[in-house]
């Protein structure tokens, strides 16, 4: 009982102190970075993107620049932009891909942060609450900016306790509260049953209620690249593959060494050369510290990086319009389980970690996460290690605020940072506030560097990013209709390439069938066409791993299709960009090791030395399987004898072999899901190893595991065949 009121009296006291703080945080003046209306509109863009042979070009010609901005994710890209749309002369430089950082491994959400809410109600912190509205604010102007790569998500928080239910939901009405007039959707509060009709997987037994609340969903990597190409149709110079790897200094008018430039490689033919600037930003997220060591090599760091771990599950693990919040998991963290691109994600961990270019997500974090998700499923969904799609890591580049006496605590906001020799240094924030933080980065840079813009204030409030501007829910229609496309496929290129969807379609290959005229796809299993690849060509990729993890999400959900689909993507990449074949097996080498590593196929090849879980039956079971496949008794099975298995129509599952042969790529393939120490066959302890894993829910399905049971299969039928006489089939006279 008395716990009872305990409860009861910390509900009520935080409904008493919610309210207040609502009321007296509504009374606050908006946030500083509110646009004047009296912004000059930005120039007009260009209706052709500029090829990246003349982005190359432009960057070693060793003209001026007014702005260098050092990186191309987010934060890069976004202050690419708004200082390319102040007249400012602007040039941008990535040294891998844009958006290969962390603004790819983001955990997709636009939003303010319930969490932080939470936090500055409970501990009266204003900063805090500024930090959460203008996250909010920037939330409204991402979803208008870019309706196409952007969308409302509604999710879901369970309640299981009844005392919690008046906390939560005094707290999420908070959250709509201070999005005030720009808040996507109001949240409401649901019955137990209501809950289990919206999130049918949700597990039941002692369930209250759930809370919904709304916030945004994107596609991160295609919103950096969106804002990096809207920046360079506004006339920015922006080349990926280039890297910084020495800042330039001179005497100003005073004597002081004052940045002027940086020595660059095009990482792609190896070539150095020098871009002349008035400004350079650093805008490398987990890599701040090695650009300010750069400027000042005596500087202290200020990145504690953090690693974030997601992984992929099938889209039935979750609803395809709603999400899952756990507020608490058992270490105290919060995960998120969200629908995205018809798959759902999970996650995400936080490690500190060592700033790497290749972070790789680890066993012990993908089980973690797959522990925590149980908690709140049902039985029928049995969460299996083997229905881990992909899994991926991103580095959090949290920092210490160089302006503050106190550098060992954190910013829980973005910095500014203005050195010496005037390099500004942007770093922390979050996806969210990307063109918040880009306008305070521009704003302190002409500051700083005394630039003298054409406009002097930011014009990227609500400005419609690359494909954003004609793009309408029903545009998909269009697509259908006039092009012949498939609708799945339609839809997918509306929402991914908004109003340039149409320049994709047009460059689609016809398929030779009745229906859909044009668009073959690349796998089976996902919308993706042949054209986007000629496609993301232009749009400046360069290698296989750009094409495979960020003009196509297909690595991030499902590393296994990646692999797959790679010679053919590899195909289309080589005719446009000329490779050879040494080339394209080196391009293909290189993706694959990717998946491997920064994809979680590695970690899951892993889990497979686990001690055998099977009966005396069951082994010999499958020791008579593998012998029926290895014909010869060699001991091992070799690509050989996988083809010979597969061949006939007969055997063949068309599901999961396809209609066509089975083509070498396949083979292998097939092959290297069971070789797990990578020696070309396949040996017996492997195969049992496989079987164990799959009856143990470790790995959900094995190509090589059907064919070995579909040879059983065959083999019994055609000994029946014998068996059974004509007179005794009551097949004859
Ligand atoms: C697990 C996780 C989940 C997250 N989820 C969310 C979320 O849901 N919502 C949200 O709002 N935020 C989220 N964030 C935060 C958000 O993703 C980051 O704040 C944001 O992506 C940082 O972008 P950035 O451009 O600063 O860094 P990055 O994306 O890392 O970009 C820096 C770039 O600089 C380049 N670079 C480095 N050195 C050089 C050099 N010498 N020359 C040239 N280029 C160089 C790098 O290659 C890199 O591409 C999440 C972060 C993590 C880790």
Redesign the pocket.
Known sequence: MASRLRKFGITAVSAAIGAGFVTWALDQKPPAYTVSSEAKAPPKRKSTLPPRTEQVKAIQSGQDYDVLI?????????CALDSVTRGLKTAL???????????????????GGVRYLQKAILGLDYEQYRMVKE?LEERANMLESAPHLAHPLPIMLPVYQWWQVPYYWVGIKCYDLVAGGRNVKSSYLLSKKEALELFPMLKKEKLCGAIVYYDGQQD?ARM?LAVALTAARHGATVCNH????QLIKKPDENGNQVLCGAK?RDVITGKEFTVKAKCIIN?????TD??RK?DDPSVKSICCP?????IVLPGYYSPEQMGLLDPSTSDGRVI?FLPWQRQTIA???DTPCEVT?TPAPTDDEINFILTEIKHYLNADVDVRRGDVLSAW?????LVSDPNKDDTQSLARNHIVHVSKSKLIT?????????RAMAEHTIDAAIKACNLKPERPESVTHLMKIEGGQGWTPTMYIRLVQDFGLECEVAQHLAKTYGDRAFAVAKMASLTGKRWPIIGNKIHPEFPYIDAEIKYGVREYAMNAVDMIARRLRLAFLNAQAASEALPAIVDIMGEELKWSKDEKEKQIKKARDFLNLEMGQQASTKTRDLALDLTNDEVSMYTKRFSLIDKDKKGFVSINDIRRALKGDKVRDQKSFGDADVSGEQLHDILKEIDTNMNGQVELDEYLQMMSAIKTGHVAYSRFAMMAEMEEQKQEAESLKKKITVDRSGGGL
């Open positions: 050092i990186g191309g994710g987010a934060t890069g890209a976004g430089i990535e040294m891998d891909d844009f958006a290969s950082g962390t603004s790819s491994r983001s955990t997709k959400l636009i939003h996250a991160d950096a280039t890297e910084v790897t660059c805008a490398t997220g987990p890599f090695s650009i750069m953090s690693s974030g771990t997601h998120f996650g995400t961990t270019r890591t991103g580095i959090r580049p942007i770093a922390g924030g979050k996806w969210t506030t990307y």
